[in-house]
């Protein structure tokens, strides 16, 4: 089946502009996350959704950052007035419900948008 | 706080040699979760291996094989024999259960299989 799909591929945009990033989940998955890779932080997440919720934002870095999901499936993330120093990949990943608290689904991650602010 | 240590940054071994990637782990919980992702050149995660923290079994899939001890907070990644596809950034990650379930991810280690 198909995977996680993110939207654009590449984004190039000027300091202070706002961006939109896309992410579609494998059909099904009801658990989101949303990670950033840059070259001095790493891999970091961001923000987890449950359904349409959110309970876990604790990633975010600013509040220009801020992301939203629909209908348990699309999810967008939204960073306002952008910064050199948002440049980085951000990365969407999709994971099914844990059947059991101890229980842990895999993550299945997109292809990535590459951020370029100039 | 979790954290996950790949002390190897980069490996650059010649085809059909065998390469051991390091990965150690800090985190209070009980109960958690182990992976291993590859990162090829097109930049997309690809997941390997998810272990949990009762299940010490070693395990084998064709050249790849993990090796989990508690004991001294590791997860080894051993490919044999390997071959140029398998230049990537391998990452190890940590996950405890319940609540957000989000991955705590090493730094990464660049592997370069040369011909």
């Known amino acids: 089946g198909a995977g996680v799909s993110q939207s654009p591929s590449n984004k190039v945009t000027e300091k202070g502009k706002d961006v939109e990033l896309r992410c579609d989940p494998i059909s099904g998955h009801t658990a989101l996350y949303w990670y950033r890779q840059s070259l001095g932080q790493g891999l970091e997440f961001l923000i987890y959704?449950?359904?349409?919720?959110?309970?876990?934002k604790s990633g975010l870095p600013s509040d220009r950052f801020s992301a939203e999901r629909t209908g348990g499936s699309v999810s967008t993330l939204t960073i306002q007035r952008t910064q050199q120093e948002d440049s980085a990949v951000y990365l969407c990943a999709s994971s099914l419900e844990a059947w059991d608290y101890l229980q842990q689904e895999t993550q299945y991650f997109g292809p990535g948008t590459r951020l370029l602010v100039l | 706080a979790q954290k996950v240590t790949q002390a190897q940054t980069e490996i650059s071994v010649v085809e059909k040699e065998d390469v051991t990637l390091d990965c150690v782990y800090e985190t209070r919980d009980t109960t958690y979760y182990l992976f291993w992702y590859k990162q090829p050149p097109s930049g997309e995660l690809v997941f390997l291996i998810r272990?949990?923290?009762?299940?010490?079994q070693n395990e084998i899939s064709g050249r790849y094989s993990w090796n989990f001890q508690k004991s001294t907070s590791s997860f080894n990644f051993t490919i044999t024999a390997s071959q140029v596809v398998d230049s990537a950034v391998y990452f190890c990650?940590?996950?405890?259960?319940?609540?957000?379930?989000?991955?705590?991810f090493g730094q990464g280690t660049r592997l370069t299989i040369n011909p």
């Open positions: 959704f449950q359904g349409n919720s959110a309970p876990d």
């Open positions: 272990r949990n923290s009762f299940d010490e």
């Open positions: 990650a940590l996950s405890a259960v319940g609540g957000a379930q989000k991955l705590v």
